[in-house]
């Protein structure tokens, strides 16, 4: 199994750019596949990208062409590169492992999650 652990979150203004960092811990991380998901005050956990075990990945439509998910498989750590970030962008974001090669979209498909790095986009 694998242990995530968010790190990278912070404090920045509309139209800046933060890089998350996911590095998870144990065995194997070659057959994860890992996502980022959002949760907002109020609101429900929401899919943000995905990577398979290979590199292809995914994203939501609300963070296409802003957001970037990578992985160095070297360093056991995928990466979440956030430009142009929004208010609405606000969230805490947690990183998750599946122990399966696809895209997994949905949070019931991951196994194992961190505890999630607060992301503040101020206006």
């Known amino acids: 199994q694998v242990q995530p652990v968010e790190s990278g979150g912070g404090l920045v203004q509309a139209g800046g750019s933060l890089r998350l960092s996911c590095a998870a811990s144990?065995?194997?991380?070659?057959?994860?596949?890992m996502g980022w998901f959002r949760q907002a005050p109020g609101k429900e956990r929401e899919f943000v990208a995905a990577i398979s075990r290979t590199g292809g990945n995914t994203y939501a439509d609300s963070v296409k062409g802003r957001f970037t998910i990578s992985r160095d498989n070297a360093k056991n750590t995928v990466y979440l590169q956030m430009n142009s970030l929004k208010p609405e962008d606000t969230a805490v974001y947690y990183c998750?492992?599946?122990?399966?090669?696809?895209?997994?979209?949905?949070?019931?498909?991951?196994?194992?999650w961190g505890q999630g790095t607060q992301v503040t986009v101020s206006s």
């Open positions: 144990g065995r194997a991380f070659i057959n994860y596949a």
């Open positions: 998750a492992a599946r122990f399966e090669h696809g895209l997994g979209l949905s949070s019931f498909e991951y196994d194992y």
